[in-house]
């Protein structure tokens, strides 16, 4: 694949078109979760792609975060269409978590903070469910973190040290 092979402008380009095939697929079969489901994840390769993540991306955080805002229009259609499906409201938890992500890198703290204490939230709910799902106390643990930096770049420092101090808890547990 391109991104493999580090041309990042054809990766993007062949992104654009996977997502937009599965919009279509969507459309076609809008009450198939399953599909939505592939098209949250496109829109995530896609978010990589532009700049939702770490290394060789276009830079466009912009338009990384579009691709994260439409991924969690489908995620929260997802949650709404069976409110106890815990992999539908886990989906909607890591759009957050990926938005909240990107609205920092922005340089949009407060709004970051505010995705991610819903992330945060609704997580714990699931963590009442099922304690032992290691997965959601690793996830928790980065929302957590990232909470944290939000607030110290709002120089809301007691908030950052206790989000900080709650995420190191989790990572040493």
Do not use: C
């Not at 198939?32 to 949250?40: A, G, H, M, V």
């Not at 069976?82 to 992999?87: M, S």
């Not at 709004?111 to 714990?124: H, M, N, P, V």
């Not at 699931?126 to 930096?149: D, K, M, S, V």
């Amino acid at each position: 694949m391109a991104l493999a092979s580090g041309d990042i402008e054809e990766a993007a380009a062949m992104l654009r078109e996977s997502v937009e095939l599965r919009e279509n697929l969507v459309k076609a079969n809008p009450a198939n979760p399953e599909l939505r489901r592939t098209l949250i994840v496109g829109y995530g390769h896609l978010s990589d792609a532009l700049g939702g993540r770490t290394g060789e991306n276009l830079g466009d955080t912009a338009g990384a975060a579009r691709a994260m805002e439409a991924a969690l229009v489908h995620a929260q259609w997802l949650r709404a269409s069976n409110t106890a499906d815990r992999r539908a409201i886990f989906d909607e938890i890591s759009v957050r978590l990926r938005l909240g992500a990107l609205r920092i890198d922005a340089g949009q703290s407060q709004t970051a903070i505010t995705e991610l204490e819903r992330a945060s939230k609704d997580l714990k709910t699931l963590q009442l469910h099922e304690p032992g799902n290691y997965r959601y106390w690793i996830t928790q643990a980065f929302i957590l973190r990232r909470t944290g930096e939000a607030f110290a770049f709002l120089h809301r420092h007691p908030e950052a040290i206790r989000s900080l101090d709650d995420a190191l808890r989790l990572y040493s547990s």
